[in-house]
């Protein structure tokens, strides 16, 4: 059975890990034209996912931070922190496959 944790109406995979696991603390947040940082002439579809999710991290009270982590030719991963209202930090990791949130230990 799989948990599963709803932040702003979007549906996260949840991992409660073994072991620690730090906070993503990073404090630079990329805004609307971070796509053109990783790619040079990125295609209208890199533009609008990207554009959909950072519109979602700024309209999503709670989010921390929120970032393109890593990219190559064909896909790229959003990460980010979120805190929920009871004080609790998730890691989020956003991929084409995927959407995770990973318990930060405290």
Known sequence: MSRTIEINN???????????VSAI???KWDGM?????CYDRPSIYKQQIWNDW???SIKTIGVRSF???GYN???????????DENGNKYNLYITR??????????
């Open 97 to 106: 496959d995927h959407n995770r949130a990973i318990l930060v230990n405290a």
């Open 67 to 69: 970032y393109i982590s």
């Open 54 to 56: 950072y519109l979602w």
């Open 25 to 27: 603390e990073r404090e």
């Open 33 to 37: 034209n971070a796509i053109f940082e």
């Open 10 to 20: 979007v549906t996260f995979e949840l991992t409660v890990p073994r072991k620690e």
């Open 73 to 83: 030719c064909m896909r790229f991963t959003i990460s980010g922190l979120y805190e």
